[in-house]
């Protein structure tokens, strides 16, 4: 009985591995073509559930489709409405995992398929280079993963049928099954994983069908965790569409389980005679149920929604809204410390734009290349709205600056309170040179040539030293200064060659006449974005 405990045990672990590299290499695959396309089919509920459906149905996890739909919504790329209809359709979606399972897996002898795709899926991926591809057969890889693990829990629920009464878990209520479903889910976060544990038992007789569906009810349920713990923290409309998520999913189960034993008759009468297919087709069927349930009420949800988690925005400031501009004195140093965190605020906006997270590309705990390999994806926070409140807080400054600017009369005091407002002048201009950047760089990060690629890599790596660079000197390093003296040097030298650069880039690469413009405005900005970093703090 060990040995097919640890067998069980060790299928599991594949199984959850395989979804897991299947969805990565997907979602890569898709890329931020995928995104996008997320967002522009959601401007109705029918569009937004369907949507939600046909996500789910291809990344096969409902967890990475929820969690995408509120990073948009709360990055405001979706409104919290089309946000709930895409969760709704989410778990419609998420019941093909257990049709493929049921259809496929207990129907078949997989396991050699399953190696082949694992062969084929493996090869095809250490021998392409970077690219969709690639990810293709990433995803190839990890659909066979899955069917390994699959085999392993059928064979090892074989074993352990010989030694297991199933009439020990006769006398069991179903509630026990569901807080089962329920656990298990929430700790491994994959509700394929454990209804393919169900169909698992269920096959092999351990399980009777009414415990395992409603083992499946608990692990329906258990799939809201992972939106309750990617809303923690987050934006408001992050917290209500999770909100929405616990609602829709525990009303559904409620339902379920009070139409367990009818819906286990009505699968008997049908011909399936409560087999995995009745497993996979009652859990289709409750979750359906759960959608017309829920559908007519999407927008009174989401309208009741937004009268909760109303949170008073934080102040922009960190230390002019604490001292009076009519103390001059202290006004200013509170003015510079507040410049100077305008100063890191548009690095950070700077490196978001490149998917860099600001606490991780400013540390110096690793290489700069090293860095940029670590943080490939589009970040939660998106770089828009981080420009947004750069903004704010720009006009915060300058608000406070104009108030100040009466009261000042030495002329010391003048000449550095003329510096600071001069490097907040610049900072101000250099955000609004990355904001500029944004949609060449999101064009850049799609594309999949080895030229756009080796551009994209250069325009990251430039941004980055440079920021590393600006926020050495806002901590106190003085050779900082030097260094970001030496990469405008730098960029300026390239701006100045630029058009002999792309002109052979044209003629030996056959770039189109679009490109070539959008590389001219690239290296443009990032020559102005890097000459405003160092004019901020020239007079210093």
């Given at each position: 009985m060990s040995a097919a405990l640890i067998e069980a045990f060790a299928s599991l672990g594949l199984f959850m591995f395989g979804m897991f590299y299947l969805e990565d290499s997907l979602k890569k695959a898709a890329g931020s073509s995928f995104r996008r396309w997320v967002k522009i089919s959601t401007d109705t509920d029918r569009k937004a559930l369907l949507t939600g459906a046909a996500a789910t149905a291809g990344l096969q996890s409902s967890s990475v489709v929820t969690l995408m739909s509120l990073s948009l919504v709360g990055a405001g790329l979706m409104n919290l409405q089309s946000s709930i209809g895409v969760i709704f359709g989410s778990n419609i979606g998420t019941t093909t995992t257990g049709w493929i399972i049921a259809l496929i897996g207990f129907k078949f002898e997989i396991k050699l398929i399953a190696l082949v795709m694992v062969g084929f899926g493996g090869?095809?991926?250490?021998?392409?280079?970077?690219?969709?591809?690639?990810?293709?057969?990433?995803?190839?890889?990890?659909?066979?993963?899955?069917?390994?693990?699959?085999?392993?829990?059928?064979?090892?629920?074989?074993?352990?049928?010989?030694?297991?009464?199933?009439?020990?878990?006769?006398?069991?209520?179903?509630?026990?099954?569901?807080?089962?479903?329920?656990?298990?889910?929430?700790?491994?976060?994959?509700?394929?994983?454990?209804?393919?544990?169900?169909?698992?038992?269920?096959?092999?007789?351990?399980?009777?069908?009414?415990?395992?569906?409603?083992?499946?009810?608990?692990?329906?349920?258990?799939?809201?965790?992972?939106?309750?713990?990617?809303?923690?923290?987050?934006?408001?409309?992050?917290?209500?569409?999770?909100?929405?998520?616990?609602?829709?999913?525990?009303?559904?189960?409620?339902?379920?389980?009070?139409?367990?034993?009818?819906?286990?008759?009505?699968?008997?009468?049908?011909?399936?005679?409560?087999?995995?297919?009745?497993?996979?087709?009652?859990?289709?069927?409750?979750?359906?149920?759960?959608?017309?349930?829920?559908?007519?009420?999407?927008?009174?949800?989401?309208?009741?929604?937004?009268?909760?988690?109303?949170?008073?925005?934080?102040?922009?400031?960190?230390?002019?809204?604490?001292?009076?501009?009519?103390?001059?004195?202290?006004?200013?140093?509170?003015?510079?410390?507040?410049?100077?965190?305008?100063?890191?605020?548009?690095?950070?906006?700077?490196?978001?734009?490149?998917?860099?997270?600001?606490?991780?590309?400013?540390?110096?705990?690793?290489?700069?290349?090293?860095?940029?390999?670590?943080?490939?994806?589009?970040?939660?926070?998106?770089?828009?709205?981080?420009?947004?409140?750069?903004?704010?807080?720009?006009?915060?400054?300058?608000?406070?600056?104009?108030?100040?600017?009466?009261?000042?009369?030495?002329?010391?005091?003048?000449?550095?309170?003329?510096?600071?407002?001069?490097?907040?002048?610049?900072?101000?201009?250099a955000s609004k040179h990355v904001k500029d950047l944004l949609d060449d760089i999101a064009m850049l990060s799609e594309s999949d040539t080895l030229e756009m690629v080796a551009f994209y890599h250069e325009l990251r790596y430039q941004i980055l030293a440079l920021c590393m660079s600006y926020n050495d000197w806002l901590e106190g390093d003085e050779n900082a200064k030097t260094e970001l003296e030496q990469l405008f040097s730098k960029l300026d030298a390239s701006y100045q060659n630029s058009i002999g650069i792309l002109n052979d880039m044209i003629v030996n690469y056959k770039i189109s006449k679009h490109m070539t413009a959008v590389f001219m405005n690239i290296v443009h900005l990032t020559r102005n974005f890097s000459k405003a970093l160092y004019k901020s703090i020239d007079r210093f």
């Amino acid at each position: 009985m060990s040995a097919a405990l640890i067998e069980a045990f060790a299928s599991l672990g594949l199984f959850m591995f395989g979804m897991f590299y299947l969805e990565d290499s997907l979602k890569k695959a898709a890329g931020s073509s995928f995104r996008r396309w997320v967002k522009i089919s959601t401007d109705t509920d029918r569009k937004a559930l369907l949507t939600g459906a046909a996500a789910t149905a291809g990344l096969q996890s409902s967890s990475v489709v929820t969690l995408m739909s509120l990073s948009l919504v709360g990055a405001g790329l979706m409104n919290l409405q089309s946000s709930i209809g895409v969760i709704f359709g989410s778990n419609i979606g998420t019941t093909t995992t257990g049709w493929i399972i049921a259809l496929i897996g207990f129907k078949f002898e997989i396991k050699l398929i399953a190696l082949v795709m694992v062969g084929f899926g493996g090869i095809g991926s250490v021998l392409l280079g970077e690219g969709k591809t690639r990810h293709s057969f990433g995803g190839i890889t990890g659909f066979g993963l899955i069917f390994l693990g699959l085999e392993g829990l059928k064979e090892s629920f074989s074993l352990l049928s010989t030694v297991i009464d199933i009439r020990a878990f006769q006398g069991y209520n179903p509630l026990v099954f569901v807080f089962l479903g329920f656990v298990l889910t929430a700790a491994i976060q994959s509700s394929s994983a454990s209804i393919a544990i169900a169909q698992s038992a269920l096959y092999t007789n351990i399980l009777g069908f009414d415990h395992a569906a409603a083992f499946v009810i608990g692990a329906n349920v258990g799939t809201t965790v992972t939106a309750v713990v990617g809303a923690i923290g987050s934006s408001s409309d992050k917290k209500r569409a999770a909100v929405a998520h616990i609602l829709f999913n525990l009303s559904t189960g409620i339902v379920a389980f009070l139409l367990l034993y009818p819906m286990s008759w009505g699968v008997t009468h049908i011909g399936l005679d409560q087999n995995v297919e009745a497993l996979a087709l009652f859990h289709t069927v409750f979750n359906v149920i759960g959608v017309v349930m829920w559908y007519p009420f999407i927008a009174p949800l989401s309208q009741w929604l937004k009268e909760r988690f109303v949170i008073a925005k934080p102040a922009m400031t960190l230390y002019i809204h604490n001292v009076s501009h009519t103390i001059p004195a202290l006004a200013h140093e509170a003015l510079r410390k507040e410049v100077y965190h305008l100063g890191h605020e548009v690095c950070a906006f700077a490196l978001s734009s490149i998917h860099i997270p600001p606490e991780e590309g400013l540390k110096h705990h690793a290489s700069i290349s090293k860095i940029l390999d670590m943080h490939q994806e589009s970040s939660e926070y998106p770089a828009r709205i981080k420009y947004l409140e750069l903004q704010h807080l720009q006009g915060e400054i300058l608000d406070y600056a104009s108030a100040l600017s009466n009261r000042i009369q030495l002329p010391e005091v003048r000449r550095e309170f003329d510096s600071t407002v001069a490097m907040a002048a610049q900072l101000i201009a250099a955000s609004k040179h990355v904001k500029d950047l944004l949609d060449d760089i999101a064009m850049l990060s799609e594309s999949d040539t080895l030229e756009m690629v080796a551009f994209y890599h250069e325009l990251r790596y430039q941004i980055l030293a440079l920021c590393m660079s600006y926020n050495d000197w806002l901590e106190g390093d003085e050779n900082a200064k030097t260094e970001l003296e030496q990469l405008f040097s730098k960029l300026d030298a390239s701006y100045q060659n630029s058009i002999g650069i792309l002109n052979d880039m044209i003629v030996n690469y056959k770039i189109s006449k679009h490109m070539t413009a959008v590389f001219m405005n690239i290296v443009h900005l990032t020559r102005n974005f890097s000459k405003a970093l160092y004019k901020s703090i020239d007079r210093f």
